[in-house]
């Protein structure tokens, strides 16, 4: 009698991208409906905090979480400081871990690992052991946005900077077929929005934030040129540092992805959330969702490609 042939060891590499992250709320779901539950689960960033909370068994707690968030519970859970960010990041720190329980990296479920920078020498770090909450508060933390966390004698910051989509971290913790959540392919589109809008664009929950630090109103610059038929509000400092981050992090993850392929790429049509949306759960989460279901039928084939064997006889 035959046995049954084994599954590959299904990774998942969960992109940075902020806001745009709960995007991976939804991957996640279509996933589970499909049957194609990941066995290693990686993350960068916002990646990072989703894939940490799937590991543990919490993401039916997150979600409805996010989803309830609005933007004036967003900007209580921001302490503005000088120094090193314009973010601490403690009241962030202090709120999930009174709500979840943190027995470590090496005690949860589902094997997980998660990507920072090493600010003194730009190294990719690898964080595979100790608290949870530590090592997504380490990959979270944007230059010039959160401060750096202090780890072992180092300072760590965003893993976007050296490895958005971390593939090469999900293949060296055993994953024998990685799917990746690229959250940052469409930034550019957005980016190019943004500059073509007319007089009047949306106020973003940065400017709320900004005007909350300056504590004023809006100062809007003056149009880019006389006759011109739209007024060009100048950025925030804040959207200017994020805006600034996402370029780097959509260079690198196509440098990236070319030199560590994934096996599929999931990638979400986020050009209408910025990356401090993060009381837009629903929108980014249904994206997330659409590009999953969309996934579904290359992942099965790509898997059927490469382990002909789990197809059975023909």
Not at 40 to 46: A, E, L, P
Not at 182 to 201: H, K, T, V
Not at 261 to 276: F, S
């Amino acid at each position: 009698m035959n046995a049954t042939p084994a599954r590959p060891r299904i990774g998942l590499a969960l992109g940075s991208g902020a806001a745009r992250g709960w995007a991976h709320i939804g991957v996640l779901r279509v996933l589970h409906e499909a049957g194609l539950e990941p066995d290693i689960v990686c993350g960068t960033s916002i990646g990072a905090l989703v894939g940490a909370a799937y590991a543990a068994g919490e993401l039916d707690r997150l979600e409805p979480w996010v989803c309830s968030l609005d933007w004036r519970q967003v900007v209580g859970l921001i302490d503005l400081r000088f120094g090193g960010g314009l973010i601490e990041g403690d009241k962030l720190e202090a709120f999930f871990r009174s709500r979840f329980v943190d027995g470590g990296i090496e005690a949860l479920p589902k094997p997980f690992g998660c990507v920072a920078t090493d600010l003194a020498t730009g190294r990719e770090v690898w964080l595979r052991h100790g608290p949870v909450i530590d090592a997504v508060r380490a990959s979270i933390a944007i230059p010039g946005v959160f401060t750096p966390a202090r780890q072992d004698g180092r300072l760590l910051v965003d893993g976007g900077l050296v490895n958005p989509v971390p593939v090469s971290l999900a293949r060296a913790m055993g994953a024998e077929f990685v799917i990746a959540v690229d959250l940052n392919w469409d930034l550019m589109r957005r980016r190019q929005r943004i500059a073509s809008r007319a007089r009047g664009p949306r106020r973003s929950l940065l400017d709320s934030v900004w005007q909350r630090l300056r504590g004023g109103t809006a100062q809007h610059a003056a149009p880019v040129s006389e006759g011109a038929q739209d007024t060009v509000a100048l950025p925030s400092l804040l959207d200017v540092l994020t805006a600034s981050m996402a370029v780097v992090q959509w260079r690198i993850t196509q440098s990236r992805l070319a030199g560590e392929p994934a096996d599929v790429v999931i990638r979400p049509a986020l050009a209408d959330v910025a990356a401090m949306d993060f009381h837009r759960a629903a929108p980014a989460i249904a994206a997330g969702r659409r590009a999953a279901e969309q996934a579904i039928g290359p992942l099965r084939e790509a898997l059927a490609l490469l382990y002909p064997e789990l197809a059975g006889p023909t």
